[in-house]
């Protein structure tokens, strides 16, 4: 496809959850089911404003739990539609019965995941802990950095779940407030560019089954009729189970493709779509980081480099599948890496500190690991507090051994 | 189990009577509903095959191919968590002959939900190749009076053109005979056992089709397997409504009833009897109408009979026909009538 060069892009001044609405928006989105929650709502806000004025052809399905929200997708997908929604923290708690079932029906759906802490007390702002939550439920799971690329990547999403080599659910992570409620300017393609980039409608993928002679769509149709979601029992669940395990494989070059496309209509483009990476080449001390917190660490880190530090950031863009062998290569060579999460699991450590930890593994030299816990409830990850976790960082890496590996970030003592 | 040809609507002499259901694209018409049982025979065949697991004497197989026989057209199945969805697709097997499909077990509404409004989607953009297709679920009585009344209710509320038919068993069959909010007082289950202190389950069945009347929707209605005219008439209103449409079919279990295989039509039969399970519709133009063997009742109180008759075919109330517990015996038959005569003094269709 054509480059659309900027002037032909739409300025908009949008917050995130706007962004998101008018990503759905311009996705030829079928059905759209969801649930209020804060920092979600504006998304379905913007979206029934879509949809009172006739702008789009969505049905949307006011539901009356999250819990239906997603049932209600799983119906429509397996019925042939595009199907998105969108929740936060305890309402995607409360989804995550049915999250393990769209993605074991491989169904193409594209969820909003504006990440909110958790309950209890209860608080409206943002950690990871709601999107860790559901990392094994067999979704792809994304994290954006800012406005412009939660809505770049809600419209990729599309492009990688229904992808054939893929079929598989996939959820934008965006923090809460902090991108969700933030206005911003961002750059949006013209419709039929973004028609064009999906396909169109969305398309279903044939299947064989033993009963009927042609190759049949995946869909609940009268015309070739299939059963979904029977009961499979140790016979057949683990076989079904390992086509789920091979999909995820796909996932890492399906993204990069799409981030490449992408890049390549709009000028956009996130690393490779996987890892973002700066200054990492040469660096000794590597920061690690999901979701907004990567735009203040990247501004602290060039205040390092103009210092002469050697320090460098990886932005993990994609979560699930986890790109353990990419990130290990890029990782590697640094004398301490710092690894940052907005979650924890409890009696345990940070979520991508683990996955860090298991990637760096097999590897004979490899650097010393600190996994640094940082903005739960939505605490404010300020430069000076990213700058005092480098510090420590680096003065790690010159003694040469690390004595806490678990570290927080910002809490009262 | 590989069946090489298609069969078009409606069977052709010679052809076997099971096969898959087949619309092709741009298929138009609508199927007629048919109630003579010969020309049924001659010319239906229900979208349940052969071969399911079902226990046998189970009454629930026999609701949905009755319900199926009354469906106009291409329809879409979806079935809660429950006995009719775990017997009747064990992979890599299905006994359905049309669309199907299992989501959970509280979510079945909200995902018919969804399959109607996608359905309207393609509709709408020109890529739906019929002019409608019904959404018909079959959930239990777990799945609709307890864990899935949310769903339910909302779908309702939200107006989706879809026909829920609950097979009701009075408890958690699937799982091994669990109380219900659909299980009836006294009734002994394993989590309600009658012990020397307490007597089987002691709470009433919850009034899950005054519950969705409640909802205001276009249709709902009550039916048995025995009642097989009512049951596909009521099944074909509840699929023409514009909207919700509910249906609650009780479904005697021989394992969980404690009765024998060949009980369940008459079990079923002796429900209405004996005004425990009454027969009626309600729209929102006539309120509610008795139907069947209800409004003959109605018409004819000498034909209403007493509960014994309900209970004395099941091992599950076998406690109550004891002379020490005839109290209860009273207490239910008097809960039953009381029922009854709310019902006559509703029915629109009642002498008065």
């Known amino acids: 496809m054509a480059k659309v060069p900027l002037e032909k892009q739409t300025l908009l001044n949008v917050n995130g959850d706007e962004a998101v609405a008018w990503a759905v928006k311009q996705s030829l989105v079928d059905v759209v089911a969801a649930y209020p929650i804060t920092p979600q709502t504006i998304i379905v806000e913007r979206f029934s404003e879509f949809v009172a004025n006739g702008e789009v052809h969505t049905e949307f399905v006011a539901v009356e739990s999250e819990h239906s929200a997603m049932s209600a997708c799983v119906g429509a997908a397996a019925a042939g539609a595009r199907a998105f929604t969108a929740t936060a923290a305890n309402g995607l708690a409360l989804m995550w019965e049915i999250l393990y079932i769209a993605a074991s029906l491989r169904l193409p759906i594209v969820l909003a995941v504006v990440n909110r802490a958790l309950s209890a007390p209860i608080n409206i702002h943002c950690d990871h802990n709601d999107a860790y939550g559901m990392r094994d439920a067999g979704w792809i799971q994304l994290f954006v950095e800012n406005v412009q690329e939660a809505y770049d990547t809600t419209i990729q999403a599309f492009r990688i779940a229904e992808d054939e080599r893929v079929l598989l659910p996939v959820a934008v992570n965006l923090d809460g407030f902090f991108l969700s409620h933030t206005l911003e300017n961002i750059r949006i393609l013209p419709d039929e560019v973004v028609h064009e980039f999906l396909g169109g409608y969305r398309k279903i993928p044939k299947v064989k089954v033993d009963y009927l002679e042609d190759e049949v769509p995946l869909v609940l149709n009268p015309a070739r009729p299939l059963s979904f979601g029977p009961l499979d029992l140790y016979d057949y669940y683990f076989e079904h189970k390992m086509h789920q395990i091979e999909a995820m494989k796909n996932v890492p070059e399906v993204v990069r493709e799409v981030n490449q496309e992408w890049y390549e209509i709009s000028g956009r483009k996130y690393g490779d779509g996987v890892l973002e990476t700066l200054y990492v080449e040469d660096a000794d001390v590597i920061i690690t980081v999901l979701g907004s917190t990567a735009g203040t660490v990247k501004h602290v880190v060039r205040k390092f480099r103009r210092d002469g530090k050697k320090v460098g950031v990886v932005r993990i863009r994609m979560f699930r599948p986890f790109p353990h062998r990419e990130i290990a290569e890029v990782l590697k060579n640094a004398k301490v890496i710092g690894v940052m999460d907005r979650g924890i699991s409890f009696g345990s450590y940070g979520q991508s500190y683990l996955e860090i930890n298991s990637s760096l593994y097999d590897y004979k030299e490899k650097p010393m690991l600190v996994n640094y816990v940082y903005g739960l409830g939505g605490r404010d990850a300020s430069p000076e507090l990213i700058e005092k976790m480098i510090n420590e960082l680096l003065s790690d890496a010159e003694r040469g051994y690390v004595e806490n590996k678990l570290r927080f970030l910002g809490v009262r003592e | ?352």
């Open chain 2, 1 to 352: 189990m590989v069946v090489r040809t298609l069969p078009q609507y409606p069977i052709k002499k010679g052809e076997p009577a099971y096969k898959i259901w087949i619309f092709e694209p741009g298929w138009k018409g609508e199927l007629p509903l048919i109630t003579n049982p010969r020309q049924l025979a001659e010319q239906k065949r229900p979208a349940l095959l052969p071969g399911h697991r079902l226990c046998a004497g189970c009454a629930a197989p026999i609701i949905v191919k009755l319900a199926s026989l009354a469906f106009r057209g291409p329809t879409i199945v979806v079935s809660a968590t429950g006995c009719i969805e775990v017997a009747t697709t064990i992979f890599p097997y299905t006994s359905w002959a049309i669309p199907w499909i299992h989501n959970a077990f509280e979510n079945s509404a909200a995902t018919a939900s969804g399959i109607e409004s996608a359905i309207k989607a393609l509709k709408k953009t020109g890529r739906l190749p019929y002019d409608h297709v019904d959404v018909v679920v079959f959930a239990g009585d777990g799945g609709t009076y307890d864990i899935g009344i949310q769903a339910l209710s909302g779908a309702a509320e939200r107006g989706h053109d879809f026909l829920y038919i609950l097979y009701d068993n009075e408890a958690y069959m699937n799982t091994g005979i669990q109380r219900s909010g659909g299980t009836p007082k006294f009734a002994w289950t394993t989590t309600s056992p009658v012990g020397s202190v307490i007597p089987g389950k002691m709470e009433h069945k919850k009034p899950i089709a005054d519950i969705m009347v409640a909802h205001r929707i276009p249709y709902v209605a009550t039916t048995t397997p025995a009642h097989w005219i009512d049951l596909m008439k009521k099944v074909r209103k509840g699929i023409e409504v514009n909207g919700p449409a509910f249906i609650h079919a009780l479904s005697p279990c021989d394992r969980g009833w404690r009765h024998a295989e060949n009980l369940a039509i008459e079990i079923s039969r002796r429900a209405v009897d004996t005004c425990y399970f009454p027969l009626w519709e309600w729209t929102p133009e006539k309120g509610y109408m008795l139907t069947d063997r209800s409004l003959s009742i109605a018409r004819n109180p000498k034909l209403k009979q007493p509960i014994e008759k309900f209970l004395e075919l099941q091992g599950r109330f076998r406690h109550l026909l004891k002379p020490e517990n005839r109290h209860l015996l009273k207490e239910l038959q008097e809960y039953v009538d009381a029922m009854w005569e709310d019902l006559l003094n509703r029915a629109t269709n009642a002498p008065k």
